[in-house]
């Protein structure tokens, strides 16, 4: 898929049908449309053993729509799976053959391979992931062993929130047994115990929004969002805490998802009662975007997907062209980051030009707003946090950040760290004039007490007012004296 190439995916699930078109990085593509049916095709199958005519007729008239869509978007390339309703129902058959007559080519995925694609949609989005992944359909869960970048193992258990019926007792009991045996066949109670349990499948972020506004969280982004603590009495107060938040106060959340939320509860309390993972942590991404990244090389693979993200957006929205990159490496000598933390600088160096068609007066806030609430993955809480108080200081809008509860999300040292890398940007940016040249002619070092700005010979006169300003006030923040040298 070359960056400029657009690819769709139609995902048929057990309880919705979904078109999304990708556009952008092979890496980490950008969703450009996305559009989900709820079909409920898994709804009865555990009675019956088929696919009901209302859930068909639903699914096919989504297709139908999608197959159009793609055409007129002129997408490249289409691919089309199928999950556990379309693999186990007796009519599947002909279900599939119906999807052809529209012009579709399907593929049935099996449980296992369902499994290996949700744990490579987690590693897409949370590189370092390590523990158990858990998808959670209408009409299974899969869960896959994760970590050193790779997806050990996985199993596919029939244990959809459309299949277990009513929660109650006796459903408690088959799931428990169910999840019981698996864990203990397949080697998963070893590898999740006591690290974390990714939570993929729509039932489950919906439970991660009703958590968000329940416990008053500040972001509303549920990818990377850590649920709970992993504790099961912990979790069990969460879920009784979740029954006082009405979900139909969550726009987003749909009026035929709300009936799958007490089944989603139930199979996520008995998980972590068997599992006892460290903590819960919410993946946005699944087997669509494992998918994505299945197809890739290894060299590819081991890109950063906030770093490629955050280059693709600078490099749509800056004046001049791409000089993130450059930016951050003429801050860099300042500064004694260690990798992980590098990374978040240099994410925020790519996003340095992204405001600068806003009014000067509302620069900070539109910088703010886009580190906070975009759609960027390999980052949790605290470390948006920190790139958006980078980008408040670059953009003008001074230290600490206009809401305390989102300040509060991350610690104060980190805080004050971000908040030196935007004042340097900013003077980079001024000095530069948001230009490639003087920052590559120029150079700016720490040692010793001094911050040393350089300047070569002939072009003293880039130091004017307002760079002196900025070069003082990053100074004098990083407790400095400053030398301007020229060479």
């Excluded at 599947?92 to 099996?110: C, K, W």
């Excluded at 260690?338 to 900070?364: G, I, K, M, S, T």
């Amino acid at each position: 898929m070359p960056d400029s190439e657009p690819l769709a995916i139609v995902d048929i699930g057990s309880n919705s049908v979904r078109l999304v078109v990708y556009a952008g990085t092979r890496r980490i593509p950008s969703v450009a449309f996305n559009e989900k049916v709820l079909a409920g095709l898994g709804a009865g199958l555990a009675e019956t053993g088929r696919l009901s005519d209302a859930s068909q007729k639903r699914a096919l008239a989504a297709l139908r729509r999608f197959k159009l869509l793609i055409e007129q978007m002129g997408v490249a390339r289409t691919r089309v799976v199928a999950t556990a309703a379309a693999r186990d129902a007796e009519n599947g058959p002909a279900f599939l053959d119906a999807i052809r007559a529209i012009g579709f080519e399907p593929e049935v995925i099996s449980g296992e391979m369902e499994g290996v694609l949700a744990g490579e949609g987690v590693l897409s989005g949370i590189p370092d992931a390590e523990g158990v992944v858990g998808d959670l359909g209408g009409g299974s869960l899969e869960l896959a062993e994760v970590g050193g970048g790779k997806v050990s193992h996985s199993v596919s258990l029939p244990l959809g929130v459309l299949r277990i019926g009513e929660p109650d007792k006796k459903a408690e009991d088959k799931v428990r047994r169910t999840l019981r045996a698996a864990l203990k066949k397949r080697g998963l109670l070893e590898a999740g115990r006591g690290k974390p349990f990714y939570l993929v499948g729509g039932s489950w972020r919906a439970l991660a929004r009703l958590d968000i506004i329940t416990t008053g969280h500040p972001l509303p982004i549920t990818h990377q969002y850590c649920m709970a603590s992993g504790r099961p009495a912990e979790l069990r107060q969460i879920l009784k805490e979740l029954e006082r938040t009405d979900p139909k106060s969550i726009p987003t959340l749909t009026a035929t998802r709300i009936p799958t939320l007490p089944a989603a509860k139930l199979i996520l309390n008995v998980l972590a009662e068997e599992l006892q993972p460290s903590r819960l942590v919410v993946s946005s991404f699944g087997i669509r975007e494992g998918l994505l990244y299945h197809d890739l090389t290894d060299k590819e693979r081991a890109r950063d997907p906030l770093l490629e993200a955050a280059r693709d957006a600078g490099r749509g929205l800056s004046r001049f062209g791409e000089h993130g990159d450059l930016l951050d490496a003429w801050i860099a000598p300042v500064f004694d980051d260690p990798p992980e933390v590098a990374r978040l600088r240099r994410a925020a160096c790519l996003l340095a030009d992204v405001a600068w068609q806003a009014h000067p007066d509302f620069r900070a806030e539109r910088g703010l707003e886009m580190a906070l609430h975009g759609n960027w993955v390999g980052v949790d809480s605290c470390q948006r946090v920190m790139i958006a108080q980078a980008l408040w200081a670059n953009f003008g809008g001074g230290k600490g950040l206009p809401d305390p509860a989102v300040s509060a999300l991350c610690q104060p040292e980190r805080l004050e760290r971000a908040n030196l890398w935007g004042l340097a940007m900013r003077l980079g940016q001024r000095l530069s004039g948001g230009l490639a040249v003087s920052l590559e002619r120029s150079s700016l070092r720490r040692a010793s007490g001094v911050l040393t700005l350089t300047l070569p010979k002939g072009e003293e006169a880039l130091y004017g007012e307002t760079v002196d300003r900025r070069f003082r006030r990053l100074a004098a923040a990083l407790k400095c004296k400053p030398e301007l040298a020229s060479g």
